[in-house]
């Protein structure tokens, strides 16, 4: 099932969000500052974050751009490649990672790895690898005084920053070679990333989406270990902005009821009672784009979006909705710890103010 909607803006309230720590922009060293940080360069105050791999799948970068969304100016680092050797993984920067920063409203620093260490166990493979400080403090710089919006920076930099940052990257790697003595991957492979900004963003754009739409579809085909699902009706979701930009998502689960359409976001624990903290976040910032939605439709038909995020475990015992009154019995029954509630309740207000629901239920 095809869903098509559109998005004119953001507005949504989070909860979760924890007391971030301060560093000021004089003493600024980006690989020593924590994952979600905020910086501050005399009036100039914003929310940081920094991502450990393009990839979004790993160490959960989303839960550390939603931690700086309290913010009302908001920056996040992301290698545009990450090479861990030839023993290791090597992952692109891809367009639809940056198009959800456009949509969220963070301004993205493209960056790469100047520095690396040699695994000390593992051969070809290297550990430890730290971002250009320079580049990242100038771009912040720049960011300072930007009057456009993020989307218009991030559209900015992928013209003209990242051809220029991509054979940076290749140089560092050569030089990791020659001087850590560590295989990495074909060099090819790099000028082929590189090929998609010959002309400007519209290549990266379309190569993105082909890849996007063809990730999509095979996730239509499949269930992921972290999904406890009640139904396997998964749904594409393309969503455009004011601006024509289109994005590519799909649902764990949809539900349609009237003219209602329930957009359902799984996430799944087998040894916990409730998934990871940053698992949670990930399914949240789908609850932010979902809760934006307007003009839904399906097979020419209009539809209200209702988001739905669903926590599941096999060791709950009964479940409880964000539309119930907490009781302490759900607590006492499954043996909760206070940290555990606390997040609970921060969930369900969070779910409450920005009109979505959470579930927590017992995997079938």
Known sequence: MQIKAKITGIKYKCKLIPKLSENSFDTFAINELPSSTIVRDENFLFGLSKWVSPKRTRSYPYERVYNTLGNSKRITVIPIIKDEGKR??????????????????VFVIFAYYN????????????????????????????????????????????EETLPNLIQ????????????????????????????????????????????????????????QP??????????????????????????????????????????????????????????????ILYTNLKDVFINGNEYFAKPVLKLTSTKLTGGITSNDNITKAFFEKNDFFSKQIDVIEKLFSEARDNGFIVKIESAE
Request: no cysteine; charged share 30%; glycine share 4%.
């Open 115 to 158: 520095d690396a260490e040699k695994h000390l166990t593992r051969e070809n493979k290297i550990t430890n690898q730290k971002f250009d400080n320079n580049l990242v403090e100038e771009k912040i710089t720049e960011i300072k005084n930007y009057h456009s919006s993020a989307l218009h920076w991030n559209l900015k930099e992928i």
């Open 226 to 287: 972290k999904e406890a699902l009640s139904s396997l009706t998964k749904a594409t979701i393309t969503i455009e902005n004011y601006l024509g930009g289109k994005y590519y998502f799909t649902t764990d689960e949809i539900k349609i009821e009237n003219k209602t359409v329930f957009l359902i976001e799984d996430k799944h624990s087998k040894t916990s009672l409730l998934p990871s903290v940053g698992d949670i976040k990930d399914g949240l910032l789908k609850m």
């Open 88 to 105: 290791g993984d090597r992952d692109f920067i891809q367009w639809d990672t940056v198009s959800l920063m456009n949509l969220l409203d």
């Open 168 to 223: 940076k990257a290749k140089d560092t790697f050569h030089n990791f070679n020659q001087n850590l003595k560590v295989e990495f991957h074909a060099e090819q492979g790099i000028d082929r990333f590189a090929e998609q900004f010959q002309n400007g963003v519209k290549n990266f754009m379309e190569t993105s989406r082909r890849k996007a739409q063809e990730a999509q579809n095979r996730e239509m085909q499949t269930v």
